[in-house]
């Protein structure tokens, strides 16, 4: 069955150093996501990408976070200056046919902030 | 056994019965909705999901009802087995949105 995938699964950085989130999306969805989950917390939309441009994104995506499809399978977070509150699970999920098709998550890269 | 979600953020029960977990939306647009299950250390997993126009959807041992009067969702499990010990969430989607919004989860511990 295919699946999400993502890498690194855990990624300790200091803090103020810029990282990058990496994600391989089901082969033929379109819409792409990320949201992130503080340990014991509720999952928390980021940002919704489709035909190269974000759909939506949420207040916590702000300036420091961009999100790119640099190829034809890959779809990257990039946190430019990380903070400690930005220590998280961050969590790629993509569908087929937009938001009301099944979206499908990967197993998330966790994010240490020291 | 039932939980009222954030009042009762974990459920126990015993292997073969029945659960129910219960979630309260409280977005009026939202038109979409759907229940995840999280293992640990696990992104979230599709189960089950179900449209504004419909009040109930039944898939394999799951069933969700939907009451939009009083914004209520609740996902009932029949014969509950060990492995479906987990955290179970509900999440809202806007008629014109693409966000996902979960609630806070419930967590499912089931007794052999």
């Known amino acids: 069955e295919p699946e999400v995938t993502q890498t690194p699964s855990h990624q300790v950085t200091q803090m103020g150093q810029e990282v990058i989130l990496r994600c391989v999306p089901i082969s033929n969805h379109l819409y792409f996501y990320w949201y992130r989950q503080i340990l014991g917390q509720k999952v928390e939309f980021l940002v919704s990408f489709y035909n190269n441009e974000i759909s939506e994104k949420s207040e916590i995506f702000d300036d420091q976070f961009s999100v790119e499809r640099p190829d034809g399978s890959n779809f990257t977070l990039k946190i430019r200056s990380t903070k400690l509150e930005d220590s998280a699970m961050y969590f790629c999920a993509s569908t087929s046919g937009g938001a009301r098709d099944t979206q499908y998550f990967g197993p998330g890269t966790r994010l240490t902030v020291l | 056994g039932e939980s009222v979600g954030l009042h009762l953020p974990t459920l126990s029960v015993q292997e073969g019965d029945n659960s129910i977990i219960n979630c309260a939306y409280s977005?009026?647009?939202?038109?979409?909705f759907i229940w995840y299950k999280q293992e640990s250390g696990k992104g979230p997993q599709f189960i089950i999901d179900?449209?504004?126009?419909?009040d109930k959807r039944q898939g394999q041992r799951v069933t969700v009802l939907l009451n939009k009067t009083v914004k209520h969702l609740s996902l009932q499990i029949a014969a509950t087995q060990p492995g479906d010990s987990a955290v179970y969430f509900c999440?809202?989607?806007?008629?014109?949105?693409?966000?996902?919004?979960f609630g806070e989860g419930t967590q499912l511990t089931v007794n052999p």
């Open positions: 999440a809202e989607l806007e008629t014109s949105g693409s966000r996902l919004t």
């Open positions: 977005n009026s647009a939202s038109d979409y």
């Open positions: 179900i449209r504004s126009n419909m």
